[in-house]
């Protein structure tokens, strides 16, 4: 059963940096689609980063050159690091893995960006 557990998040100053980690058990990483997303208060959930299997990794535009997400195939684990955070980075972060056709998610971990 694929469980994917997400960790790293809290409250920081606009600024400030955080790094989410995503574990997985259950499944391999290393050849699927990981990506993470985001909701806000208020708004639809929307794609954050993406790091496909063999392709390129594609980021939002809103988070272009701060966050970088990245992955390490032996812990099974997907990271992203959020430099230079925002006050409308406000959001619970989820991360997901599509496997065979189907997409799983994380409960989600929540990021306060607040003075």
């Known amino acids: 059963q694929v469980q994917l557990v997400e960790s790293g998040g809290g409250l920081v100053q606009p600024g400030g940096s955080l790094r989410l980690s995503c574990a997985a058990s259950?499944?391999?990483?290393?050849?699927?689609?990981m990506a993470w997303h985001r909701q806000a208060p208020g708004k639809e959930r929307e794609l954050v980063a993406r790091m496909p299997a063999g392709g390129n990794v594609r980021y939002a535009d809103s988070v272009m050159g701060r966050f970088t997400i990245s992955r390490d195939n032996t812990l099974t684990t997907v990271y992203l690091q959020m430099n230079s955070l925002k006050p409308e980075d406000t959001a619970v972060y989820y991360c997901t893995q599509v496997l065979r056709g189907r997409v799983y998610w994380g409960q989600g971990t929540q990021v306060t960006v607040s003075s």
């Open positions: 259950g499944t391999v990483i290393s050849a699927t689609d």
